[in-house]
């Protein structure tokens, strides 16, 4: 009886909780709105919440949020949830096609491209195409700030924000992946901020080749002192070129911490283009 009693706390625990964060987003942002695009054929779509309000002549951040294979963009609306964080930001939460991945050769579930030019699938360009249109569609439709553009995502999200550092650097001012990296295929030419979130025990997209990445990231953003800490699993390294790297390291395995949307959102504040 104790235990079905607690269950039911818990349940409705999770629902009030679920309710104050809907009610959050009601009175800062509205609620999410749909949009629709057709690019290179095919229908895409995105939640997109902006603020309600907007002082005369402000511009406001933009940050696109991409999902991990096999997500979506309802539920990755409320796992990241960063319009509740940064209420005065504009989040774009875009819908991927099926698309195959190293866990899903045939590519019968949701995903991003991984590489430019990507033939395997072929995928071609239609997810950095989607990109530039949706970017062309916010600076329609709202004052975006050009110099505080981000990109953050989880697994292949992650790579997908990697991607879009790799191929749209003179766009994005800094990046904010979970349990991702850079494609084997793709080059860094730019330095940009990076906050990297990483488990140990991932054996999704292997921890060693995160790791790999994030090494990477370092050399790009002249970013290759030792580091300070910054928390029990939270590593700084500072940049001759004022593009840091931030790491998060932590016991876990292929999962999104509930404490990283807060981490993302306070990196991206502290840099702009």
Same mark, same amino acid.
């Given at each position: 009886? +104790?235990?079905?009693?607690? %269950?039911?706390?818990?349940?409705?625990?999770?629902? =009030?909780?679920?309710?104050?964060?809907?009610?959050?987003?009601?009175?800062?942002?509205?609620?999410?709105?749909?949009?629709?695009?057709?690019?290179?054929?095919?229908?895409? +779509?995105?939640?997109?919440?902006?603020?309600?309000?907007?002082? +005369?002549?402000?511009?406001? #951040?933009?940050?696109?949020?991409?999902?991990?294979?096999?997500?979506?963009?309802?539920?990755?609306?409320?796992?990241?949830?960063?319009?509740?964080?940064?209420?005065?930001?504009?989040?774009?939460?875009?819908?991927?096609?099926?698309? #195959?991945?190293?866990? @899903?050769?045939?590519?019968?579930?949701?995903? !991003?491209?991984?590489?430019?030019?990507?033939?395997?699938?072929?995928?071609?360009?239609?997810?950095?195409?989607?990109?530039? /249109?949706? %970017?062309?569609?916010?600076?329609? /439709?709202?004052?975006?700030?050009?110099?505080?553009?981000?990109?953050?995502?989880?697994?292949?999200?992650? =790579?997908?924000?990697?991607?879009?550092?790799?191929?749209?650097?003179?766009?994005?001012?800094?990046?904010?992946?979970?349990?991702?990296?850079? !494609? @084997?295929?793709?080059? %860094?030419?730019?330095?940009? #901020?990076?906050?990297?979130?990483?488990?140990?025990?991932?054996?999704? @997209?292997?921890?060693?080749?995160?790791? +790999?990445?994030?090494?990477?990231?370092?050399?790009?953003?002249?970013?290759?002192?030792?580091?300070?800490?910054?928390? #029990?699993?939270?590593?700084?390294? /500072?940049? /001759?070129?004022?593009?840091?790297?931030?790491?998060?390291?932590?016991?876990?395995?292929?999962?999104?911490?509930?404490?990283?949307?807060?981490?993302?959102?306070?990196?991206?504040?502290?840099?702009?283009?």
């Amino acid at each position: 009886m +104790k235990s079905r009693f607690g %269950l039911v706390i818990a349940i409705v625990t999770i629902a =009030v909780s679920a309710q104050a964060i809907a009610a959050q987003v009601a009175a800062t942002n509205g609620p999410g709105k749909l949009m629709s695009w057709t690019v290179d054929g095919n229908e895409r +779509k995105a939640i997109v919440f902006a603020p309600k309000y907007t002082a +005369k002549g402000q511009r406001l #951040p933009l940050i696109f949020a991409f999902h991990g294979h096999g997500g979506n963009m309802n539920g990755t609306a409320q796992l990241m949830h960063i319009q509740t964080v940064w209420p005065e930001a504009i989040v774009v939460y875009p819908q991927g096609l099926n698309s #195959p991945s190293h866990v @899903d050769s045939e590519g019968i579930k949701p995903g !991003w491209q991984v590489e430019a030019n990507q033939t395997d699938g072929n995928v071609g360009n239609r997810d950095l195409d989607f990109f530039d /249109t949706m %970017l062309a569609t916010m600076r329609q /439709t709202y004052p975006v700030d050009d110099k505080r553009i981000y990109s953050t995502g989880f697994s292949n999200g992650a =790579v997908f924000s990697y991607l879009l550092w790799a191929e749209r650097s003179k766009t994005i001012a800094a990046i904010g992946e979970v349990a991702g990296r850079l !494609w @084997d295929t793709e080059h %860094l030419t730019e330095p940009r #901020p990076i906050l990297a979130i990483a488990g140990r025990l991932d054996k999704v @997209d292997l921890f060693d080749l995160q790791l +790999k990445s994030i090494e990477n990231d370092q050399q790009v953003d002249s970013a290759t002192g030792p580091g300070q800490p910054c928390g #029990p699993i939270c590593t700084f390294y /500072t940049s /001759t070129t004022q593009t840091p790297v931030k790491t998060f390291i932590h016991p876990g395995a292929h999962v999104y911490p509930p404490w990283a949307p807060a981490e993302i959102v306070e990196f991206f504040k502290a840099h702009h283009l």
